[in-house]
């Protein structure tokens, strides 16, 4: 699966979804996802938020919480 290829929304259910539902979790390896494609693909799996520690948000990507 490439997560940063475009997906119809049949597919991705089928692919992404009913896995993460059946089993909690699911790992997907071999990913390298721009900062656009991890909040396109974070907000197919549900309404995103920004977090509270705004310093350590990505520019230009408040979705995203820089972790070191």
Do not use: K
């Amino acid at each position: 699966v490439n997560l940063s290829a475009a997906m119809a929304e049949d597919e991705f259910r089928e692919r992404i979804l009913q896995p993460l539902y059946q089993n909690s979790a699911i790992v997907i390896r071999g990913q390298d996802l721009t900062p656009e494609a991890l909040v396109a693909l974070s907000g197919r799996l549900g309404a995103l938020e920004t977090h509270v520690f705004t310093q350590h948000l990505l520019p230009r990507f408040p979705q995203i919480l820089h972790l070191s």
